[in-house]
C-alpha cells in the first residue's frame, strides 16, 4: 500500500525513469560466472515472466474473492515446488472470509548450512479490485501494461519467484536457506491481527533477514528502509440531548458536537506539524441518533438544528516511524480527550494496526549490500524512499525483529486505482537486482 501519485504524473513519472530501465550486458557486469548465469537466465526469460504476470493478472484476486486468491496461490505453489520448494497453506477461520496464505520453503544443502543466513522474502496474492469492480484484465501497450495487480503486488511476486527460478537454473539456489511467503489479505486483513498474522511473525522469527517486494517509488534505483506504521482510532462523544436555546447552560452543557470539535482541533493542535506524523479523521457522524459501521465504513445520523446533538462517532487513523512515536501520540490524545467541556464525555479507542517499520542500522546495511549489488550491474546509487512515501505493507511485521527492506519489486503507479500501470522495462532490472540480493544475503554468516 503507498499513497498514489495523481493520474495526469503518471505518464510523466514513467518516462522521466525510461532512460534508466535498459538492462546490462553480462559482460560488463561484476558478478561471479554462475551468478552470470542466473542473469543471462532472466534476460532469456524476461519476456516469459511477463506472460506469466498476464496470466496472473487476469485471475483477479479481490482480498473478499476467497477463490480466487486461492487460484493465483495455486498457480504459485505449483511454480515454486517445480524448482524444488515445499509449500503449505496457511488457513485462516472461516468466519474471517479471508483465503489464507501461502508459504514456500527451501532448505540448504551442505553441512555449513546452518551457519549462513535465512532470508524471508514478503508479498501479497491479493488486490484492492474485487469481482464487481470493471478493472480486470492485462492490457499492454509497448513497454507499459495496465492490469489490476500489475505492480501491487503479483509484479512483485514475479519477481520473487523468477529471481530463484534463475538461481535454480545456475545451481546456486542448492546453497540458499530461504522462505516465501505470500499473504492473502494484505489489501484489508482479516482481524485480529493477532491470528491472521500469526504464522507470519514465526516465519520472521525463524529468519535473519526480511525482504518485500512491493513496488519501487518514483524511479528504478530505489528501496524502502522505512516506513511508518498505522493505528486505527475512533472517538465517540456523547452529550446532553435539549432545546438548543439551552446550549452554554449549566444545565445542558456544550452538546456532542462542540466537544468533538474541540477534541479534534486538539489533535490538529498538538500533533500536526510533527516529523512522519499525521492523523486523520477520515468519517464524521453526528446529531441527535447516530449509528456507524466502522468495518464497512457507512454511518448514517438524524439531528434538527434546534436540537443539542447528543452523539458523535469519528473514525480515523495515526501513522508514525516509530513505536516510541506512536506511544506519544496516544498519550497526547488520550490527555486531550480526557479534558471534557461541560456536559460531555468522550471515550478513544484505538484498533489494531501495521507496525512501523523504523530505520535501523541493520536496515541500513542492506541498502548497502543492494547499493553495492547495483553498482555490480552497472547501474547508479540506489535512494532511499522517504519513510512518509510509503503506505503500510506486511514487512514492517518484521521490522522489530530482523533486518528489514522492502519496495523491491518493479516500477508502476496508479496502485489502487483503474489506472494502475506497471513500466515492463523494469521486469529484468528488478529481477536481476533480486537475484544477487539473495544469493549474496544468503551466503553471508548469521
Known sequence: MRPRILPALISLCIAACAGSATAKSTSSIHASSKEKQALKWIEKNTENQIQFLEKLVNINSGTTNVDGVREVGAIYAKAFEEIGMQTEWIELPAEMHRAGHLVARHHAKGKSASARKRVLLIGHLDTVFEKSSPFQRFERDGHIAHGPGTVDMKGGNGVILYALRALHHAGLLDDIEVTVYLTG?????????????????????????????????????????????????????????????????????????????????????????????????GRVV???????????????????????????????????????????????????????????????????????????????????????????????????????????????????????????GLLGDGDHSPAELVDLRSVPVATSRAALLIYRLSQMPR
Open 185 to 281: 489479505d494484505e489489501e484489508a486483513p482479516g482481524l485480529p491481527l493477532a491470528v491472521t498474522r500469526e504464522s507470519l511473525i514465526a516465519a520472521i522469527k525463524s529468519c535473519d533477514v526480511a525482504l518485500g517486494f512491493e513496488s519501487l517509488v518514483d524511479h528504478l534505483d530505489t528501496a524502502t528502509i522505512a516506513r511508518r506504521g498505522f493505528l486505527g482510532w475512533t472517538l465517540n462523544v456523547k452529550g446532553t440531548q435539549g432545546h438548543s436555546s439551552l446550549i452554554f447552560s449549566d444545565a445542558m452543557g456544550y452538546g456532542a458536537i462542540y466537544e468533538s470539535a474541540r477534541i479534534l482541533d486538539g489533535f490538529r493542535k498538538a500533533l500536526a506539524g510533527q516529523d512522519n506524523l499525521t492523523l486523520s479523521p
Open 286 to 408: 453526528g446529531g441527535t441518533e447516530v449509528t456507524d459501521d466502522n468495518e464497512n465504513g457507512h454511518g448514517e445520523a438524524f439531528g434538527k438544528a434546534n436540537i443539542i446533538a447528543k452523539e458523535v462517532q469519528t473514525a480515523g487513523d495515526l501513522r508514525a516511524l516509530t513505536p516510541e512515536q506512536v506511544a506519544a501520540s496516544q498519550q497526547t490524545m488520550q490527555d486531550i480527550v480526557a479534558k471534557n467541556l461541560p456536559g460531555t464525555s468522550a471515550t478513544l479507542v484505538f484498533a489494531e494496526g501495521y507496525p512501523p517499520m523504523a530505520p535501523t542500522r541493520g536496515n541500513q546495511r542492506l541498502l548497502e549490500l543492494l547499493n553495492q549489488i547495483n553498482h555490480d550491474l552497472g547501474r547508479k546509487d540506489i535512494e532511499a524512499v522517504a519513510p512518509m512515501r510509503r503506505g503500510a505493507a506486511d514487512i514492517s511485521f518484521a521490522a522489530p525483529f530482523v533486518p528489514s527492506m522492502g519496495g523491491l
